[in-house]
């Protein structure tokens, strides 16, 4: 079976940081590109951060310079710093794990979900 569980998610005040962080297992995780996404009540789920296999990160123009998206194979998880957070950040925290496979089929995992809230 595989597994995508996040923790760290909380109550933070405006300028705060969290760090999210996602334990994966049931796959080989150093084959898989993973990101971070949000989805505010009523709005579209929105990706976040991204990191690939290989280490390229790319991420939502709304968040860069505020969040970092890491991994560590060694361990099968994947984190999200985010600082300086705003009131714009409370969403409900997904992680995702992704790979094509070579004949084509796109293969993607999700975890539950950790709920940010961002709120003076």
């Known amino acids: 079976q595989v597994q995508l569980v996040e923790s760290g998610g909380g109550l933070v005040q405006p300028g705060g940081s969290l760090r999210l962080s996602c334990a994966a297992s049931?796959?080989?995780?150093?084959?898989?590109?993973m990101g971070w996404y949000r989805q505010a009540p009523g709005k579209q789920r929105e990706m976040v951060a991204a990191?690939?296999?290989?280490?390229?990160?790319n991420y939502a123009d709304s968040v860069k310079g505020r969040f970092t998206i890491s991994r560590d194979d060694a361990k099968n998880t994947v984190y999200l710093e985010m600082n300086n957070l705003k009131f714009e950040g409370t969403a409900v925290y997904y992680c995702?794990?992704?790979?094509?496979?070579?004949?084509?089929?796109?293969?993607?995992?999700w975890g539950q979900g950790t709920q940010v809230t961002v709120s003076s």
């Open positions: 995702n794990a992704q790979r094509r496979l070579s004949d084509g089929t796109l293969i993607t995992y």
């Open positions: 049931g796959i080989v995780f150093m084959l898989y590109d």
């Open positions: 990191i690939t296999r290989g280490g390229s990160t």
